[in-house]
């Protein structure tokens, strides 16, 4: 800060020159040479004016000190302005550095994190796909089983329909046109009926009916159109030839008869090639060793295959060790059972561990994608800033 400047001094005015006063002594020594003076006006008009002037260079000079105070208040402002904005641009500078150094942090542990995620997923896929192999290699099987279980009953489900098809219609023409009893239902949804075939041809011959008149045979559920019932010409030939039976009405008929009997189950390819293994083997003679190819046979197929052969050919087996064939059948099949009891519950636990397998990838998946959002969002977040 400067001092603040002072006025220059001025030098002291200097009164008007004014003659040198007389005593009255002298007055009265001197004779009057004259008139008395006139005042002395111009001298105090000189005086005024004199502090006129020092007046107007006291205002001018202390409008100059207050411009200069100004100006110098201006700039302690604008310097004081100019640290402020050094010093933020430095803070915001240090804050940037600070926000950076924390992005890459977190976009080094994210990355970590995602490695790890990555490793784990690859681990979990390939446990995943060993125990899919396994479980595969278990279902093939009885896949193919089912598949031709499934297609045997389809068959028979075909065959099942198209005999009820045909007995459906067999049924709605049973009954000859002549016999037929008609209902209609009039524009208010009035139903009349029933009449014979024979009053309905009458009253179509006298135009009574048109085209699309809801009727139907005694035997139907539901109304329909004339001219559904008897094709295009049903002007011609309406009520002369049997009325052609619609879909739905087979249908009903269809659905009103029993199901078909369900077809025995039928032993799996592999168990059926293990039961001739077995049928193979007790034909020799080691009868008293136990067969462990014949744990996956269906229950009671081994005493019907043995009892069949036996029936064939009596003297194949010896009398005295049917006892003892078969207790060791029974024993088999209930290993058999066992077996597969034991192959099931193994299928199931693959199976839980495959869908353990699969939810913890899910979740994992999930956590990268939440990470990748926030991280966009944060990035767009900055961006935005």
Do not use: C
Request: hydrophobic share 35%; proline share 9%.
């Amino acid at each position: 800060k400067q001092p603040p400047q002072q006025p220059p001094k001025q030098p002291p005015q200097q009164p008007p020159h004014q003659p040198p006063q007389q005593s009255p002594q002298q007055v009265v020594g001197k004779a009057p040479s004259g008139p008395p003076s006139a005042p002395p006006t111009a001298a105090m008009e000189a005086v005024s004016q004199n502090s006129a002037v020092e007046d107007k260079q006291k205002r001018l000079l202390q409008q100059q000190y207050e411009q200069q105070q100004r100006r110098q208040q201006q700039q302690l402002l604008e310097e004081q302005q100019r640290l402020e904005k050094q010093r933020a641009e430095q803070q915001q500078q240090q804050q940037q550095q600070l926000e950076q150094q924390q992005r890459l942090e977190q976009q080094q542990r994210l990355e970590e994190q995602q490695r790890l995620e990555q490793q784990q997923r690859l681990e979990q896929q390939k446990r995943l796909e060993q125990q899919r192999a396994q479980a595969a290699e278990a279902e093939a099987q009885r896949q193919k089983h089912l598949q031709e279980v499934a297609r045997q009953q389809q068959q028979l489900a075909q065959q099942h329909r198209r005999n009820a098809l045909a007995t459906a219609q067999a049924l709605l023409s049973s009954t000859p046109i002549e016999e037929l009893e008609w209902f209609y239902r009039t524009p208010e949804g009035a139903t009349q009926g029933p009449f014979p075939n024979s009053k309905m041809l009458q009253w179509h011959i006298h135009g009574y009916f048109s085209r699309d008149l809801p009727v139907r045979v005694k035997a139907y559920k539901n109304f329909y159109p004339l001219h559904s019932l008897f094709g295009v010409n049903f002007q011609m030939v309406a009520f002369q030839q049997m009325p052609v039976h619609p879909q739905q009405e087979i249908e009903i008929l269809v659905a009103a008869m029993p199901a078909p009997p369900k077809p025995a189950p039928q032993p799996m390819p592999q168990a059926h090639a293990q039961q001739m293994a077995l049928q193979a083997a007790l034909a020799g003679a080691a009868y008293s060793q136990p067969q462990t190819q014949a744990h996956q046979a269906a229950p009671g197929h081994h005493m019907q295959q043995q009892q069949a052969m036996h029936y064939k050919n009596p003297g194949a087996l010896p009398q005295a060790g049917n006892v003892d064939m078969e207790a060791q059948i029974r024993r088999q099949q209930q290993q058999a059972a066992e077996a597969a009891a034991e192959a099931r519950a193994a299928a199931e636990k693959r199976a839980a561990e495959a869908a353990e397998a699969a939810a913890a990838a899910e979740r994992a998946a999930a956590a990268k994608a939440a990470a990748e959002r926030a991280a966009a969002e944060r990035a767009a977040a900055e961006k935005a800033a």
